[in-house]
């Protein structure tokens, strides 16, 4: 039987500038809804945050400007490598957001 093959949506990009991104988190987690940590690591952030929630105020995280030159690839692709482009940024500022949280503000 012939049947109709999909081609993937291919992405072609000469040249692309992304400018400074910022983004500003407030949030509040409740430890009761983080299923997936274990029970002793619970334990520990509840006495780390003296309470049963994560709480973030004004945690900044700022992402630098990237430049994406001559690139081919299906659009999951490009977007894949757009994101991979900025996750050590984001891991970097994890200690910023950490520090505007109530984890380690305790004292």
Do not use: C, D
């Not at 988190?25 to 809804?33: D, E, M, P, T, V």
Request: glycine share 6%; net charge positive.
């Amino acid at each position: 039987p012939v049947g109709v093959v999909r081609v993937p949506v291919v992405l072609q990009v000469e040249h692309l500038e992304i400018g400074t991104i910022q983004v500003v988190l407030w949030g509040h987690i409740a430890f009761s809804r983080l299923e997936f940590i274990p029970p002793r690591v619970a334990a520990i952030l509840r006495v780390l945050t003296l309470s049963g929630a994560i709480n973030m105020k004004n945690s900044q995280v700022t992402l630098t400007p990237r430049k994406f030159s001559y690139q081919r690839a299906s659009l999951a692709g490009f977007a894949r490598t757009v994101v991979l482009h900025y996750v050590p940024a984001i891991m970097a500022s994890v200690t910023n957001i950490l520090g505007t949280s109530n984890i380690l503000n305790v004292v």
